[in-house]
């Protein structure tokens, strides 16, 4: 399984970004798609996350702001981030979860920056 993010980039407080993350290879029906973070000094947080059935789950800190969706068609998750804040800046991850039998695989991204000028 590969994981291929894009969109990230460096945008004013205030400012939108939209990051897309495409899964390729096998892909099972069942899994759980999301984005965490990881600023310099912190550990890597869970962003969002949506379920291939479209359950989502956000953030304390983003919720309101960031919207995740996909599209199953395509394996293919997406982060619209609205009215970024100077501590939205670190890298974001996309991962991908799917379970098999008793086993959960979990894939990650390469990561792509983000960085929210004040």
């Known amino acids: 399984v590969q994981l291929v993010e894009s969109g990230g980039g460096l945008v004013q407080a205030g400012g939108s970004l939209r990051l897309s993350c495409a899964a390729s290879g096998n892909i099972f029906s069942v899994n759980t798609m999301g984005w965490y973070r990881q600023a310099p000094g912190k550990q890597r947080e869970l962003v969002a996350g949506i379920t291939s059935g479209g359950v989502t789950n956000y953030a304390d800190s983003v919720k309101g702001r960031f919207t995740i969706s996909r599209d199953n068609a395509k394996n293919t998750v997406y982060l619209q981030m609205n009215s970024l804040k100077p501590e939205d800046t670190a890298v974001y991850y996309c991962?991908?979860?799917?379970?098999?039998?008793?086993?959960?695989?979990?894939?990650w991204g390469q990561g792509t920056q983000v960085t929210v000028s004040s």
């Open positions: 991962n991908l979860r799917q379970p098999a039998g008793p086993y959960e695989y979990n894939y």
